[in-house]
């Protein structure tokens, strides 16, 4: 048994679901609290992304101290997607719902591409590349923070959905909004905070996938498709469902990559499986959902 | 129409039939979308049919025409099983799943190139020896036999089945409208036509590769067209197909990159402001204008 | 109802296309100039930076030789047409030069599927074509053998055959490769040859594995790779991967002996890696480092033109290309395609890319112009030729130091 392969891949996939994990939390948000599926969520990561790159390249700022930064620069970028485009149709089919985020989505992947052309970006700093050695596994460590950051992000986000009273708020309008508003609580607020929030969280996760991949305009694309494999896998719209579906992901890319045959062209189709497969046994997902 | 290759350039006819193409998928995204179910992988279906006549021409010369047949029946029989599999589910994540199954073929593809060809791709001869008019009077024929067929669906009862079904499901089912049947009927006759036009792409350019006809451009230019155009109408599909067609010319040829952005802006504009596309503003503001109001 | 709504239908139908058709009909005016066509991938993500350095070079050379008076008498008139990385708009692209602008030449291209679609489309009207891009066999073998067909790209097996013969030349001689390759036709045909021909001389191939480009991890392969300990690694991908593969490399602490890879000259590359992409070494067409008097000339009137940046060697092919045509034309004295077609056979034109005539290639081509490629090595953020030694700024640094003695 070839410890030394095991152990990198399972490090390796540990850290990747830190990232994929960071990069679903916004989607769960915000089809926890609104049932809505944002198909583009990826894209907003996507911005997230360039601002970084931007600040780095034009200000540099370092892409750790950007993360903050560019949360709240797509906190405010999401809010008027919001006011003006999501809140109208929240009462309207699914399909609308659906049609209308992906029009976003590729609304903004051409925008991006006009604005900044093809290439891909990428961001360096002195510490890109280094890796801690623990044992027989190598731990980039880039990874290794970004993986700690998703962690924190997590961590923040459940504290403010328990403790913070908008965030309380929150979680009362995604059980039932009607009673919800009977007591008090502004569901338009809410809603929009919610949206916020998850933009930011976009944003955030944005400038981490910025230092472990490259940026380009498709990039949130690609993310997308996995962010929703973690839905189906995790639960809709519930967080510890969506950690889980991260390390279901994650482990199962680095095992498949490492060990199958021709591993690392498989690894990139395994999202787009497993989606099929798990559909099409439990139709609610693997760990049930709280909508519907 | 019959007369029109002779008309015109045969720059413009190739125009007009990349441009019937467009129309067939269209039609046939919308015939889908009747019951509710949204695909945003249509080129799943067209990357089978466009690979069953690439490839049965390769291995054993069949005749172009039967290919893209052949092309037809398998997108329908695995729409069949697909349908069975997956139309239980509801919209949205019918949605994801198409998405999935169009990568997921991609990616199917690109690693069985022993037999699929993989990332060369499969070539085939020009399809009747370069005669452009030809190509031009299958696909009216195919155009043709699609707009019959829609026109067939909405003067039967499968009308009022499917509209059912799409308005609620559950109501549906209570008349006794089986609705996963009806579905299923809906995606196979979808799957037909847009596996022949995906066999009649692959013989009409001569060269195809996996990320490009299982690719998402296809899959969403399948349903921007219908939405514009106005969905669950005959001509809705085929008037949204020439204005975007035309658009994209048009942009294409003024701006370098990035035009693909317009269908982006028709999508959020047409839900927010024209859910019932093109058609629809038509007739709700236009048509009354001029005193009379078509029911 | 049945007749009715059908004529409705048809009849949209039949007005739409006369209003399309007043859409682009009417705008070609009659002009006294000589046009040429060039159809170039200007909005898809992956190829439009190719696309886009072509367009910079057609530019260049355009300005040039109009500055001097143009040719024949009249200046000529560039049409450039996106093909949007789509087969079908090429072909359209491609005709409506040919058919409605009635170009002399059809110059340009890049993608060997695209090309491959257009040659097959317009190849009964027997245009004069001076193509740059495509290095697909498939398009040699088919369209190779056309008496109006000119290429400028190396065929893919140029590459490969040239990573052969540096190897060879490598002493001690590296004995194992591990061999990755995107999982596109570029990645696919670079992987078949030169499998080919490094097990025809004797090497042992590790590691044989395609990857999906656009992948974000690849340090599951890079550690079975690092498990196989080969002594040269050669991976074929674009850009982005290459970035990542590198960066990964460290981070998994992978020492081959040799980074080898194909297109490491992009522009790019130092503010991506930094000094993690030193030591690598890439086979390309051109750098800019060349030491060529030509090279060296040609540079001065790029950074002119375009200040602040680094051409890739797609800039001088195109600049190459359009150049050599209006020289043909000069050549023949008209624009009759017979006559280009034998001024372009004696074409002997000192290029920035070194000297340029048309010859045979190996797998049918009639009138191929580059077939000798060179490998360049990344040292201390500065690009060399290291091989051929006819045309070396610099010597090769083997074996790589491992990441920790850097």
Known sequence: MDWASFLQSLANGILIAGLYAAVTLGLTLVLGVMGIVNFAHGELVMLGAYSTFWLFTLLGIDPMLSIPMSGLILFFIGLPIYRFTIRPI?????????????????????????????????????????????????????????????????????????????????????????ASWLIGINVQKTYLLAFGVASGLAGASGALVSTIMYTFPMVGFKLSLKAFCILILGGLGNIPGALFGSLILGLTESFVGTYAPEGSGWAEGISFMLIMVILIIKPTGLAGTRRE | MIFYPKLVDSYFLHLTVATFLAMIMASSWDILARTGQVSVGQAGLFGIGAYTAALLYQKVHLPPVLGMLAGAILAMIVAIFLGYLTLRLRGIYFAITTIAFAEALSVIWLMTPGVTGGAMGVSTPPLFNGNREHAYYLILIILALVIFVVWLIESSRLNFAFTAIRENEEVANVMGINPTRYKVLAFMISAFFTGFAGGFYSHYNTYIIPYEVFGLGISIACLVMPIFGGLYTIAGPIIGTILIKAIEEYLRVTFSYGHQIAYGLILVVVVLFMPEGLLGLWKRRILPLFGRVRQ | ???????????????????????????????????????????????????????????????????????????VELIIEDDTGEPSVGIAAAEKLLTRDKVVALIGGYSSTITFAQLNAIQRLEPFVAWVGASSTKVEHEFGPKRWFFHYHPWDYHRQSTIRDFLLTISPRPKTIAVAYEDGIYGTTSREYVVKYLKEKGFEIVFDER???????????????????????????????????????????????????????FPQYKDSLGATGDYVGGVDVWIPGMKLQETVKWMEKFKKAYPGRTPEYWVPLAYTNLMTVVDAIKGAGSTEKEKLIAAMEKTDYNSPL??????????????????????????AGVSHVVYPASKATGKLIYPTPNWKNR
Not at chain 3, 19 to 38: E, H, W
């Open chain 1, 90 to 178: 929240l009462k309207d089919p699914p399909l609308n719902q659906l049609l209308l985020t992906l029009g976003i989505s590729i609304f903004l992947q051409n925008l991006a591409m006009i604005l900044w052309k093809a290439d891909s970006r990428a961001v360096i700093t002195s510490y890109s590349g280094m890796s801690l050695h623990l044992g027989m596994v190598h731990v980039g460590l880039t990874r290794l923070v970004t993986f700690l950051i998703a962690v924190t992000l997590t961590i923040f986000l459940v504290l403010f959905l328990y403790k913070a009273r908008p965030g309380r708020a929150m979680r009362a309008v995604s059980e039932n909004n009607t």
């Open chain 3, 1 to 75: 109802m049945k007749k009715k709504g059908f004529r409705f239908v048809l009849g949209l139908c039949g007005m739409g296309m006369i209003l399309a058709g007043f859409l682009y009909g009417g705008s070609v005016m009659a002009q006294d100039t000589i046009k040429i066509g060039a159809v170039l991938p200007l909005s898809k993500a992956a190829f439009a930076q190719a696309g886009e350095e072509q367009r910079r070079g057609l530019l260049m050379a355009l300005e040039e030789i109009n500055q001097a008076g143009g040719v024949l008498g009249k200046k």
């Open chain 3, 211 to 265: 990857f999906k480009s656009g992948s974000s991890d690849f340090t599951p392969m890079l550690t079975k790779i690092k498990k196989a300990n080969p002594d040269v690694f050669y991976w074929v991908a674009y850009a982005g991967d290459t970035t990542l593969i590198m960066k990964q490399s460290k981070e998994i602490d992978f020492n081959p002996k040799l980074f080898l890879s194909v297109a490491i000259n």
């Open chain 3, 354 to 379: 070194g000297k340029m005539t048309f010859k045979k290639s190996e797998e049918g081509g009639l009138h191929q112009a580059i077939d000798e490629q060179i490998i360049t090595q990344w040292q």
